[in-house]
């Protein structure tokens, strides 16, 4: 920032007046940027280096730590727990983006058919994306409350089990539990998108499939999908970095129990860096996210250069 | 997506109720009914009293016979909720104004200006909207403590912009591409400065844009959880999120009651204020995704 600076004042030089500096783009320019740049300076770029080297620190809260290389890697390498964390968070990610796919399509497909009050529909079916996570999450707590449980009661009621169920007390039903969570949280991001990529889809291209006598299977097949790809690859792009590094589902209605079996990576690293005081180790554990999240990126972004390719390499 | 249907293939039109019934509005009903049904067990919960609450032989849990705004009164009353409430006010107002104000200036650059570099800069921009809180908590908190920012609103207004900025920035350089250089041109050629045209320009044409990136970041402010968890350690400085799910539990004794208030009262404002912009937030939603 501060280099471009120079350059923009060094094309006007020795002009020494103000008119001709603001009168290059790069001067100019240079100074809009001046705000945002120096916020995401101090408050992301530079905590993102500072994160990095923090993972290699024994730092504790409230004091200076000292570099230990990458000890906190070798120790976590044999820790179960942060093992365990990882396993729930690609368990907690597979599922809940497969399904919130699933649904987000299906659900896409339907809001783009005629229907009445579309605009309205649209607008509620996106409440649950809203209004704010942690929040939602306190009802879920409160759905999934040993006693009180509303779907156990339901459940009884229609005489298909016999006692309550302990969603939150057993290590798979918790893990189902969050993953059903955040599916419902995540759907509606998934569809709206979806939704307004569906609407962008030229009409006279079924108008042809029907022609040639394609079925409602083959044109979705050979019409719909081919044609949202590309915002579908971006959409779950999102949905996944979204889902891996959560953290506020997790802690408010498991708080990583129990017996760390809803831990994700997330979760983890606050526990031992804000709870626990270890700064560093908790720094190591979320740095250990970042390969995971360049790939998603990265995957998304060559699956994109490919399908582009294939369609005959525009753009 | 039933085969059964083949027949009537792009004329939806003719298809008969009952059948267009089964295959669109059965499933978008039931859809439509889990998302809203944790709002509704939300409200529930809210305005039933305890006796009726803890009690689902008596009573049916889905209905509630003695409405009651005791959960309400206990929470605005007995709790710090309006000092949470109006935490949470002041650092979604600021973070946004401030995203705003930084988003506007730097997407005019990038789209406008285009200085030497404005491709990179915009590119390593919307680079930081990938980088998630989760991952940044642990070194801001760090530097929190040291800027001596710790346990106050300021730790939240200034950190709250980096996640909307990128996300601000990114929607408004799509609109602003939308409008015509030749505005701009023949402005220049007449004398105005570059700060007037965006301000008497650029800006009115893109107030759809501007307005949407607002509501986006207000929302998104309101709903951040991570940073005011670990920035914030006194009851008196908290946001609502942080609030309800800290103060609002006493060990093992859950006050159901005053958490469904909190809940539903700290969602109103949001969802009113998306209702009234139901378009924009949209728009922005999956203009963001789509660039």
Same mark, same amino acid.
């Given at each position: 920032m501060a280099v471009m600076a120079e350059s923009g004042v060094a094309q006007v030089?020795?002009?020494?007046l103000w008119t001709r500096a603001f009168e290059s783009r790069n001067f100019l320019g240079a100074m809009f940027m001046v705000p945002a740049i120096t916020i995401l300076i101090l408050f992301l770029a530079y905590p993102l280096a500072l994160g990095f080297w923090l993972g290699m620190t024994d730092t504790k809260i409230g004091g200076a730590g000292r570099y230990i290389g990458f000890q906190n890697f070798v120790s976590l390498a044999k820790d179960s727990v942060f093992w365990l964390s990882v396993f729930n968070t690609i368990f907690y990610t597979v599922t809940a983006s497969i399904v919130k796919f699933a649904i987000g399509l299906y659900l896409a497909l339907l809001l783009n058919e005629?229907?009445?009050m579309k605009s309205m529909i649209r607008a509620i079916v996106l409440l649950p994306f809203v209004v704010p996570t942690v929040l939602s999450a306190i009802a879920f707590w409160w759905i999934y409350d040993s006693q009180f449980s509303i779907i156990s009661w339901v459940l009884i009621k229609a005489g298909l089990i016999t006692r309550y169920i302990d969603f939150l007390g057993d290590p798979w039903n918790a893990r189902w539990s969050v993953v059903a969570a955040n599916i419902w949280r995540g759907v509606p991001f998934v569809a709206i998108t979806l939704l307004a990529g569906l609407q962008t889809i030229s009409p006279s291209l079924y108008e042809a499939a029907n022609l040639d006598g394609a079925t409602n299977m083959q044109r979705f097949r050979h019409i719909t999908l081919p044609m949202l790809s590309p915002i579908i690859a971006v959409v779950m792009t999102f949905s996944v970095l979204m889902t891996f590094t959560d953290f506020q589902l997790i802690y408010t209605i498991t708080r990583g129990g129990p017996i760390n079996s809803t831990h994700l990576m997330a979760t983890l690293s606050f526990q031992r860096a804000i709870? @626990? @005081?270890n700064l560093g180790e908790g720094a190591a554990i979320s740095n250990a996210m970042i390969p995971f999240l360049v790939a998603a990126i990265l995957l998304s972004f060559f699956g994109l250069q490919r399908s582009r390719w294939q369609q005959g390499g525009r753009d | 997506m039933s085969t059964a249907d083949d027949q009537s293939v792009g004329m939806d039109?003719?298809?008969s109720f009952p059948r267009k019934f089964l295959r669109v509005y059965l499933p978008l009903g039931l859809i439509i009914f889990f998302l809203l049904f944790p709002f509704y067990w939300m409200a529930v919960a809210t305005f039933k009293p305890d006796a009726e609450m803890y009690d689902y032989e008596k009573y049916n849990?889905?209905?509630?016979?003695h409405p009651t705004l005791e959960h309400i009164k206990k929470l605005f009353f007995d709790t710090d909720y309006p000092l949470w409430m109006w935490n949470t006010v002041i650092v979604s107002v600021s973070s946004t104004f401030i995203s705003l104000f930084a988003s506007v200036c730097a997407a005019y650059a990038i789209e406008r200006l285009r200085y030497k570099g404005s491709r990179y800069v915009g590119l390593a921009i919307f680079l930081g909207y990938l980088v998630p809180p989760s991952i940044l908590f642990i070194p801001l908190a760090a530097i929190v403590f040291q800027l001596g920012l710790?346990?106050?609103?300021l730790a939240l207004i200034l950190t709250y912009p980096t996640f909307l900025i990128p996300f601000c920035t990114w929607l408004l350089m799509g609109y602003f591409r939308t409008i015509p250089y030749e505005l701009e041109e023949c402005a220049l050629i007449d004398g105005a400065t570059r700060l007037q045209i965006l301000i008497k320009i650029t800006l009115p044409l893109s107030l759809p844009g501007v307005i949407s990136a607002g509501i986006f970041a207000f929302t998104l402010s309101w709903n951040e959880f991570i940073y005011a968890l670990t920035f914030i350690s006194s009851s008196e400085n908290k946001t609502i999120p942080v609030g309800a799910i800290t103060e609002l539990v006493n060990g093992d004794v859950y006050h159901w009651g005053a958490l469904m208030a909190a809940a539903l009262t700290g969602s109103v404002p949001v969802v009113i204020l998306y209702s009234f912009f139901v378009e924009y937030y949209v728009s922005a939603m999956t203009g963001a995704v789509k660039e």
């Amino acid at each position: 920032m501060a280099v471009m600076a120079e350059s923009g004042v060094a094309q006007v030089k020795r002009a020494s007046l103000w008119t001709r500096a603001f009168e290059s783009r790069n001067f100019l320019g240079a100074m809009f940027m001046v705000p945002a740049i120096t916020i995401l300076i101090l408050f992301l770029a530079y905590p993102l280096a500072l994160g990095f080297w923090l993972g290699m620190t024994d730092t504790k809260i409230g004091g200076a730590g000292r570099y230990i290389g990458f000890q906190n890697f070798v120790s976590l390498a044999k820790d179960s727990v942060f093992w365990l964390s990882v396993f729930n968070t690609i368990f907690y990610t597979v599922t809940a983006s497969i399904v919130k796919f699933a649904i987000g399509l299906y659900l896409a497909l339907l809001l783009n058919e005629r229907l009445p009050m579309k605009s309205m529909i649209r607008a509620i079916v996106l409440l649950p994306f809203v209004v704010p996570t942690v929040l939602s999450a306190i009802a879920f707590w409160w759905i999934y409350d040993s006693q009180f449980s509303i779907i156990s009661w339901v459940l009884i009621k229609a005489g298909l089990i016999t006692r309550y169920i302990d969603f939150l007390g057993d290590p798979w039903n918790a893990r189902w539990s969050v993953v059903a969570a955040n599916i419902w949280r995540g759907v509606p991001f998934v569809a709206i998108t979806l939704l307004a990529g569906l609407q962008t889809i030229s009409p006279s291209l079924y108008e042809a499939a029907n022609l040639d006598g394609a079925t409602n299977m083959q044109r979705f097949r050979h019409i719909t999908l081919p044609m949202l790809s590309p915002i579908i690859a971006v959409v779950m792009t999102f949905s996944v970095l979204m889902t891996f590094t959560d953290f506020q589902l997790i802690y408010t209605i498991t708080r990583g129990g129990p017996i760390n079996s809803t831990h994700l990576m997330a979760t983890l690293s606050f526990q031992r860096a804000i709870t @626990g @005081g270890n700064l560093g180790e908790g720094a190591a554990i979320s740095n250990a996210m970042i390969p995971f999240l360049v790939a998603a990126i990265l995957l998304s972004f060559f699956g994109l250069q490919r399908s582009r390719w294939q369609q005959g390499g525009r753009d | 997506m039933s085969t059964a249907d083949d027949q009537s293939v792009g004329m939806d039109y003719l298809e008969s109720f009952p059948r267009k019934f089964l295959r669109v509005y059965l499933p978008l009903g039931l859809i439509i009914f889990f998302l809203l049904f944790p709002f509704y067990w939300m409200a529930v919960a809210t305005f039933k009293p305890d006796a009726e609450m803890y009690d689902y032989e008596k009573y049916n849990p889905f209905w509630i016979l003695h409405p009651t705004l005791e959960h309400i009164k206990k929470l605005f009353f007995d709790t710090d909720y309006p000092l949470w409430m109006w935490n949470t006010v002041i650092v979604s107002v600021s973070s946004t104004f401030i995203s705003l104000f930084a988003s506007v200036c730097a997407a005019y650059a990038i789209e406008r200006l285009r200085y030497k570099g404005s491709r990179y800069v915009g590119l390593a921009i919307f680079l930081g909207y990938l980088v998630p809180p989760s991952i940044l908590f642990i070194p801001l908190a760090a530097i929190v403590f040291q800027l001596g920012l710790f346990d106050g609103n300021l730790a939240l207004i200034l950190t709250y912009p980096t996640f909307l900025i990128p996300f601000c920035t990114w929607l408004l350089m799509g609109y602003f591409r939308t409008i015509p250089y030749e505005l701009e041109e023949c402005a220049l050629i007449d004398g105005a400065t570059r700060l007037q045209i965006l301000i008497k320009i650029t800006l009115p044409l893109s107030l759809p844009g501007v307005i949407s990136a607002g509501i986006f970041a207000f929302t998104l402010s309101w709903n951040e959880f991570i940073y005011a968890l670990t920035f914030i350690s006194s009851s008196e400085n908290k946001t609502i999120p942080v609030g309800a799910i800290t103060e609002l539990v006493n060990g093992d004794v859950y006050h159901w009651g005053a958490l469904m208030a909190a809940a539903l009262t700290g969602s109103v404002p949001v969802v009113i204020l998306y209702s009234f912009f139901v378009e924009y937030y949209v728009s922005a939603m999956t203009g963001a995704v789509k660039e």
